[in-house]
T-cell receptor
């Protein structure tokens, strides 16, 4: 069973607009962490933001925020004021309490238009 | 503060050959994981090393093996290379005791001819 689902293979957004990238997950562990990574065309995987399953507040890091809806098992990434440099692949990932590895989703390719 | 470093950056091999990829973790990290990322897909977990032992393994055949050294650096070995092994191989490190995110290297792009 797929543990991380990202239903948007590609997204377009106008520069300076906000965009939401969807992520849903599946786990029976009570404790887990959710992560978003950005992968530019150069290949490196850049950590953006983290949300713990017991965190009461949604995580924020600069222009990135995570819209965490635990009951719906969703962890959407919101990028505010998009910039051309935000064009990249975005991966949602999860690590469960009793697992030490990360499970990645298939990714969403974001293209920011000038 | 050096991040995760991988070598080489690119590699070309032929079917049946063997390859060794290397990874040095970020300073302060003791746990190394390896991932295979085929073109257009998300990274797939290969295995993870901590205290020089393989702690967890993904769904990869025995042709994929690894090692971790006392200085926490790690190697990924792939034997009897197949065309399907062509991919970006990513190494990630973190501290075993924390819930902090993994930090990734820039990857090794392996092409099999």
């Amino acid at each position: 069973a797929q543990k991380i689902t990202q239903t948007q293979p590609g997204m377009f957004v106008q520069e300076k607009e906000a965009v939401t990238l969807d992520c849903t997950y599946d786990t029976s562990d009570p404790s887990y962490g959710l992560f978003w990574y950005k992968q530019p065309s150069s290949g490196e995987m850049i950590f953006l933001i983290y949300q713990g399953s017991y965190d009461q507040q949604n995580a924020t890091e600069g222009r990135y925020s995570l819209n965490f809806q635990k009951a719906r098992k969703s962890a959407n990434l919101v990028i505010s004021a998009s910039q051309l440099g935000d064009s990249a692949m975005y991966f949602c990932a999860m690590r469960e309490m009793y697992g030490q590895n990360f499970v990645f989703g298939p990714g969403t390719r974001l293209s920011v238009l000038p | 503060d050096a991040g995760v470093t991988q070598s080489p950056t690119h590699l070309i091999k032929t079917r049946g050959q063997q390859v060794t990829l290397r990874c040095s973790p970020k300073s302060g990290h003791d746990t190394v994981s390896w991932y295979q990322q085929a073109l257009g897909q998300g990274p797939q977990f290969i295995f993870q090393y901590y205290e020089e032992e393989e702690r967890q393994r993904g769904n990869f055949p025995d042709r994929f093996s690894g090692h971790q050294f006392p200085n926490y650096s790690s190697e990924l070995n792939v034997n009897a290379l197949l065309l399907g092994d062509s991919a970006l191989y990513l190494c990630a490190s973190r501290s075993w005791q924390t819930n902090q995110p993994q930090h990734f290297g820039d990857g090794t792009r392996l092409s099999i001819l």
